[in-house]
Each structure stands twice: as C-alpha cells, then as structure tokens.
C-alpha cells in the first residue's frame, strides 16, 4: 500500500470523466477492506508501482479502492484486485487476480500500439 501512495488515486466521478474522454490509461482496482485476506491483493500493490515506474511516462497510472468508486460496478468488476487496461476510453484488457510480468507487459504493448 506504501508504495501505491506515490501514484495518483481514482477519485469520485474521475473514472467516468477518463472514460468519457476517451482517455488512455491503466487503472489497478484494490480492496483496503479485503486486503488482509486476500493475498493476491498484497501482491500486486508491489507490481503495479513497479510497472507504473516502467511505463508511467508513456501511460498514465491510477489506482482505487473498489468500495469507493460507484463506475466499477457498470465495468463489471465486483472483486479485487484487478487490473484494467482502457484504450481511448474503451475497456480493452482486464487482469484479475496477479499475473506475470509478461501478461502486464501485453496489455501495456495494447496500449501503446
């Protein structure tokens, strides 16, 4: 979680407005409530920075709690954690749970193609 602080968190209305925009962009969707018993969340708060460190100057990186933002719910995603890819504003690649290196990396070369 320390490390998520230093990249830009979701808030309210914001991921409709990125979508709406049409923006280009990587959202990891985390459980604060969840994230003691879920292992898997644990994980990819060490991931996800690393790849946003990688990528980020190229890619604009969020994050948010899935209990505080109400959009979630219209992407279908009812658990966490998971990341989403979203392409000029469409939704083009979801990773749920964590994945490899190379399985981020695939969504990412999406997005910059």
């Known amino acids: 979680m320390e490390r998520l602080k230093e990249l830009e968190k979701i808030r309210r209305g914001q991921l409709k407005e990125l ?3 049409k923006e280009t962009f990587v959202l990891y969707v985390r459980s604060e409530k969840d994230a003691a018993k879920i292992r898997e969340i644990f ?3 060490i991931v996800f920075p690393e790849l946003a ?3 980020g100057e190229r890619i604009p990186f969020f994050w948010c709690d899935i209990d505080e ?3 979630l719910s219209e992407l279908k995603v009812y658990f966490a954690p998971v990341v989403l890819f979203f392409k ?3 939704l083009i690649r ?3 749970g964590i994945k ?3 399985e981020y990396n695939r969504g990412l070369e999406e997005l910059l193609c």
């Open 88 to 90: 000029g504003g469409e």
């Open 100 to 102: 490899s290196w190379a």
């Open 94 to 96: 979801r990773l749920e």
């Open 19 to 21: 979508i709406e925009g």
């Open 43 to 45: 994980d990819v708060d």
């Open 69 to 71: 933002v109400e959009e």
């Open 53 to 55: 460190r990688t990528f």
